[in-house]
């Protein structure tokens, strides 16, 4: 084990001075979010949506509950699997769900295993022993990034177990610099720690911390699930056809001014291309097609006319529709902001993603595996074109990726044994 650098070495004079000193920046900065989340509210909807949710919901008791808390969508999917295994165990179990992102609410707020969904009340000491003394959850489990320093603290003040699961670490976060020891030891307030990768885990206990394991990341087993479900889409399967086709998924502009310059290039009468942008609202979905070089269709609104490009101008059905694609592109890779690469992985189709994806380790494990194919903007066209001109590249790596997601699995029942451990 690697031993910790030793500017992190503290007299406890110094150590009680910078917990101080980390605890007041931590304070200031979460009331200066909430101000600034107040003043751009009447100009940005999802601000508003933050402000307002939070402000009009009631939370209830919830006595003996598991509490579940996501940052967004993305964290959703990896605690899915866990909440669908719990509920298998024991169909009485009762699940709260949490979220910090509007767009993670809205789309779940409705979730069949969840006797309650909430907003997470802003992390400051009194909602957080509010919240959890009125809950009254028999343990928690947040998910990858979400470490709330007051949320931890009432949680271990009161003999909750905490579980922090799918995390992963990098040695560029605040947690180790030297600055970063008041959240260092936010993170050290968790029962269990499970991480992603072994880089993490290595890190983790670099730093002194015994409270993290190996798991994997609980992604591998929603993919694989997603799979087996029985999710057809007749209006894609009908837009498809016969052809090949490319999907756009989650897509940015960088993504969508690629393929459009693709598609006035190549002029490929035997493809079709389906581009699922990551933002659905009207004017977004404008410059899209104002910047295509041939006439497309909406997903929402039928059309009887013959079109090479559709739009899928809503949500909720990226992950079932890439079943249907020969090809995927996925979005953020030009901006390490990389979406989800898994999703169609899972369905034995290459993916294609931009190259600078730091912070998304399954980047560089997908390509290893001969099914991921990070690019340049410089490369995109070429690559493109041979995973369509060549079939039985296309085939192959589309197989490489099926079998990189099948190995990955598994991490779900090694989370729900260790937090069985604690309840």
């Known amino acids: 084990m690697k031993e910790p650098p030793e500017i992190f070495i503290w007299t406890n004079r110094e150590y009680s001075i910078f917990k101080q000193v980390g605890k007041l920046l931590y304070n200031i900065g979460i009331r200066s979010y909430y101000l600034a989340i107040i003043l751009v509210s009447p100009f940005n909807q999802k601000a508003k ?14 006595e003996g509950s598991i509490w579940f808390h996501c940052a967004s969508l993305g964290e959703f999917e990896q605690a899915k699997p866990v909440i669908e295994t719990i509920k298998q165990l024991n169909r009485d179990q009762k699940i709260v769900l949490t979220f910090f992102s509007p767009s993670g609410y809205t789309q779940r707020k409705s979730y069949e295993l969840a006797e309650a969904v909430y907003y997470l009340p802003l992390d400051t000491r009194t909602n957080a022993t509010k919240f959890v003394r009125t809950v009254q959850p028999k343990a928690a489990i947040f998910v990858k990034y979400e470490v709330w320093h007051h949320y931890f603290s009432t949680l271990k003040t009161r003999e909750i177990p905490l579980f922090l699961i799918s995390a992963t670490f990098r040695k560029d976060q605040v947690y180790f610099r030297q600055s970063g020891n008041f959240l260092r030891n ?11 990768d072994q880089t993490s885990l290595e890190l983790l206990q670099s730093y002194g911390f015994d409270n993290a394991i ?39 502009p960088e993504e969508e001014a690629l393929i459009a310059e693709f598609i006035e290039n190549q002029n490929k009468a035997n493809v079709k291309y389906l581009i699922a942008p990551h933002q659905v609202q009207e004017q977004n979905i404008n410059r899209i097609t104002k910047e295509l070089s041939q006439e497309s269709i909406r997903y929402t609104k039928p059309s009887e006319k013959e079109a090479q490009i559709m739009i899928l101008d809503t949500i909720g059905h990226l992950s079932s529709a890439y079943q249907y694609a020969d090809i995927a592109l996925v979005g953020g890779g030009f901006s390490n902001a990389l979406h989800n690469i898994l999703e169609p992985a899972t369905f034995g189709i290459p993916v294609l993603y931009g190259n600078n994806h730091p912070k ?13 194919f990070p690019v340049s903007r410089a490369e995109f066209a070429e690559v493109l074109n041979e995973l369509i001109e060549n079939e039985a590249k296309r085939v192959e790596s589309g197989e490489n990726a099926k079998r990189f997601i099948e190995k990955n699995a598994g991490a779900t029942p090694l989370i729900i044994s260790k937090i069985s451990d604690h309840l």
């Open 49 to 62: 949506s933050w402000f307002k949710g939070r402000r009009l919901q009631r939370i209830e008791n919830h």
């Open 186 to 196: 936010t993170l050290k307030l968790c029962t269990l720690i499970c991480v992603q």
């Open 214 to 252: 190996f798991s994997g990341d609980t992604r591998y087993d929603r993919v694989l699930n997603q799979r087996e479900e029985n999710n057809q889409n007749t209006r894609i399967e009908q837009f498809k056809g016969d052809a090949l086709m490319v999907l756009i998924g989650s897509s940015w």
């Open 360 to 372: 998304f380790p399954e980047g560089a494990k997908l390509k290893t595996a001969g099914g991921g």
